[in-house]
């Protein structure tokens, strides 16, 4: 199975996950001081502790008269993925929890 045939959480905190296709996630480029520029190699992922390649998808989160979005990170190799609410700044690593019928809850600490 690849990174993108993992499933995805079906519902954040109760409400629909509608999911957008895997992208190879944008690299980074280092500029030298003489113009010059290199890819920077992949990050690693702090899940596995391997330098690998990542995907991303977008989902829209569907809450009526408050629709947002959220990004999501996948590692393509071990297939860990972190949460990102682009409006609140919120991150999440996700676990098996998340992945069920119910979909993703946050956990109160």
């Not at 190799?77 to 919120?90: K, L, M, S």
């Not at 690593?93 to 019928?101: N, V």
């Amino acid at each position: 199975m690849t990174a993108e045939q993992r499933r995805l959480p079906v519902a954040w905190d109760g409400h629909p996950v509608t999911w957008g296709e895997f992208t190879p996630d944008p690299f980074m480029c280092r500029t030298e001081a003489d113009g010059t520029s290199e890819p920077l190699p992949p990050a690693m992922c702090w899940h596995c502790g391997v330098r690998a390649d990542r995907v991303t998808a977008e989902g829209r989160v569907d809450i009526p008269h408050w629709p947002y979005r959220l990004v999501l990170r996948r590692c393509t190799r071990c297939g860990h993925d972190h949460v990102w609410n682009p409006q609140t700044g919120q991150e999440w690593d996700l676990d098996e929890g998340d992945y069920g019928p119910d979909g993703s809850w946050e956990r109160a600490s």
